[in-house]
Structures are given as structure tokens and as C-alpha cells.
């Protein structure tokens, strides 16, 4: 494939979305680079510094100060927060939750934007979150909104979690689930939409190959068109 193209894949919490670019990236021999992780680090370093999150002041000096690396390989990314690997600690659920509250915020999401452009800028990169084919890069060359139903999704978290060993509550997972659409979908600026233009794919009944052959074959298929 010539052409370094920009993926956007846009969708809810545990829609598919991550496990997908990963592959998919894989096999087009992309970057791929993971929104949300940014807006964890922001909670993350808001957290660390006792940053309260109505006090612009105090946000402003942060988003100055704050540093977000994304070192790439084709294994795993890794986040480095101000020069410290947080890779693991922003998964945690205490930033799950507190990356959703920082993400409603404007200055914190006109500084993320302004990264994850400059990140993708010469193509040759998956990136996912919930704006990237609206806000980010709304004229990527190939959009995605991936969905699935929430009951789905939950056991999908589940699952993972108990494969770290981690002993979650389904139904605790479940309701973190429906909170976090409601707040990233209902927030004022750059709520999570489907870009007019962007390919739905339910991955309810979906593997995660059967995902990413999906967006493969019809990213080749247009090539060719
Ligand atoms: O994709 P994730 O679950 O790691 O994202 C964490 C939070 O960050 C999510 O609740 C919403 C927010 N987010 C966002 O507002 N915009 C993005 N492009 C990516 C994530």
C-alpha cells in the first residue's frame, strides 16, 4: 500500500476499537496511536498534582507543564507521562473514570487535539478514540465507529480483567460502562458521534480477527475502486 493513509477509528468504551487498530495496524505496518491513553495521562498527572479540575488556572499550568510520549512498537505502546512509563497505572480504574471527567474539559481537549494531529500529521497511522474522525482528522482517508451492545462489552472488560487476575464485578463494569457513554456522549464539546461519513461496524458477533479482516479487506477493496 503506497499511500501513508490516516485510520480513524471512533466508538464507545470496550467497542472493539483498540484491540482492532492494533491488528489492523499490524498488518498495514502502521502506527498505531491510542487517543484515550492521553486523556488517562491528563487525569493521571491532575491526580498526582492535587489539580482541581474547576480551577482553569491550575489546568492551564498543567497542560504547560505536562509532557505525553507515545513510544510505539509493534508489541505494545507505551506511555511515558513527563518522562515516567505510567503504561500500567492509567489503565486503573480510578483513571477510568477520572479520564472521562478531564475529557469534557476544552483546554484540556484543544491541547490532546493539537498532539494527536501533529502525531498523525504524515499519515501511516491508526488512531482511535471518540473524535478523531469529526474533530482530529475529519478528513482521514478511511473512518470507522465501531459499536457493540453494552452487555457485550462489559463481559468483554471482564474477561480481560480476569485474564490480568484481576476478580472484577460484571455488573460494577457494566454500570461504569453506561456512565461513561452517557458522559462522553453527552458532553458539549466534541461529544463521541458518528462522523456522517464514517463506516458503522457492530462488533457485537464479531472475533477480533473477523474485526480487523473487516476494516483490511475494505480498506483494500477502496484502494482498488
Ligand atoms: O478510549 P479510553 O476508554 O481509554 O478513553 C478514556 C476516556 O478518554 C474516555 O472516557 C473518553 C475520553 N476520550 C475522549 O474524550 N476523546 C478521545 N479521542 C479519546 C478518549
Not at 510520549?69 to 507521562?81: G, P, R
Not at 482521514?140 to 490480568?164: L, Q, S
Request: hydrophobic share 40%; proline share 1%; glycine share 6%.
Amino acid at each position: 500500500m503506497k499511500k501513508q493513509y490516516i485510520i480513524a477509528i471512533d466508538g464507545p468504551a470496550a467497542s472493539g476499537k483498540s484491540t482492532t487498530a492494533k491488528l489492523l495496524a499490524k498488518k498495514l505496518k502502521y502506527v498505531y496511536i491510542d487517543s484515550g491513553a492521553m486523556y488517562r495521562a491528563c487525569g493521571l498527572y491532575a491526580l498526582n498534582h492535587n489539580i482541581n479540575l474547576k480551577d482553569v488556572k491550575s489546568l492551564q499550568q498543567m497542560l504547560d507543564k505536562i509532557d505525553i510520549k507515545i513510544k510505539y512498537t509493534e508489541q505494545d505502546n507505551k506511555l511515558y507521562l513527563n518522562g515516567e512509563d505510567v503504561t500500567f497505572r492509567i489503565r486503573e480504574a480510578d483513571i477510568t473514570k477520572l479520564s472521562s471527567e478531564i475529557a469534557v474539559i476544552g483546554i484540556v481537549r484543544e491541547k490532546m487535539v493539537e498532539l494527536q494531529r501533529e502525531i498523525g500529521k504524515d499519515g501511516g497511522v491508526i488512531m482511535d478514540g471518540r473524535d478523531i474522525g469529526t474533530i482530529v482528522f475529519p478528513y482521514a482517508d478511511f473512518k470507522f465507529f465501531m459499536i457493540a451492545d453494552v452487555k457485550t462489552r462489559a463481559k468483554r472488560r471482564w474477561e480481560e480483567a480476569n485474564e490480568k487476575g484481576e476478580n472484577l464485578n460484571l455488573e460494577e463494569i457494566e454500570k461504569e460502562i453506561i456512565w461513561r457513554d452517557k458522559n462522553d456522549t453527552t458532553r458539549k464539546i466534541s461529544p463521541l458521534v458518528k462522523a456522517q461519513d464514517a463506516i458503522e461496524v457492530d462488533t457485537s458477533n464479531m472475533t477480533i480477527k473477523e474485526q480487523a479482516n473487516y476494516l483490511f479487506n475494505y480498506i483494500c477493496e477502496e484502494k482498488n475502486a
